[in-house]
């Protein structure tokens, strides 16, 4: 689980797995590329920069898939939802 959420394991539980895949293989082509940009100019910082821009784009991605599947927004995650879920 991650601050957007436990996107991942709910698009798996969900038969959407290729969906977690691809947010999964994006994010971490995008990771070793900027790896390969910023560790030879900032060192350690440019590692933790080209990781922590890989988070976040992960989670993001993840949100994005498990709304379009599910229609659960981050909100949902942090008791932010302006609607209540159904009872049925």
């Known amino acids: 689980m991650t601050a957007f ?6 698009l ?3 038969g959407q797995a290729g969906k977690a895949l691809a947010a999964l293989a994006i994010s ?5 590329l900027l790896a390969v940009i910023l560790i030879p100019t ?3 910082e440019g590692a933790a920069i080209s990781v922590a821009v890989g ?4 989670g993001l991605l993840l949100a994005r898939a498990s709304r ?5 927004g ?3 995650f942090w008791g932010w939802a ?4 159904s009872k049925a």
Do not use: D, W, Y
């Open 42 to 44: 900032f060192g350690l």
């Open 82 to 85: 302006k609607t209540q879920p």
């Open 74 to 76: 981050l909100t949902h």
């Open 12 to 14: 798996t539980m969900t």
């Open 68 to 72: 379009s599947v599910m229609n659960l």
């Open 28 to 32: 971490l082509v995008l990771e070793a």
């Open 5 to 10: 959420g436990p996107a991942g394991p709910l």
């Open 55 to 58: 988070l976040v784009i992960r």
